[in-house]
């Protein structure tokens, strides 16, 4: 479905200034998630979700990737509905604009079409 490209910068804008708050976690969680992305154990989905791209019976990590995406359905929903479009655009906006180009090299990410690609 075509969207007007006003669309994209407004979810983009409000996905920015709404997901702050979202992406400051705990500093534990936090710390937890991005060890397990160091050790390729989870990384950045591009529907703008966390996901698991090995299996891990870390309960804590698994508590901290259910948390952080359940914070992040959130703000995606609140900027859909801003922007008139669905939060699964605004999840993947955030992804292209501010969650792919944080990924540090050697991390993994899912794109678009389901594959995991270490950068």
């Keep these: 479905m075509f969207r007007p490209p006003h669309v994209f910068m407004a979810v983009a804008a409000v996905a920015a200034v709404a997901a702050a708050p979202v992406l400051a976690q705990t500093a534990a969680e936090k710390a937890r998630i991005d060890a397990a992305k160091a050790a390729g154990v989870v990384g950045e989905q591009a529907d ?59 991390e993994w990410y899912r794109n678009a079409q389901g594959q995991w690609v270490q950068r």
């Design 48 to 106: 703008g979700f966390v996901g698991f791209r090995l299996e891990s019976n870390d309960a804590p990590l698994r508590e901290a990737v259910r948390s952080t995406n359940a914070a992040r359905a959130q703000v995606y929903a609140r900027s859909a509905e801003a922007a008139g479009t669905t939060a699964a655009v605004a999840g993947a906006r955030m992804f292209e604009l501010n969650l792919l180009p944080r990924i540090a090299t050697g």
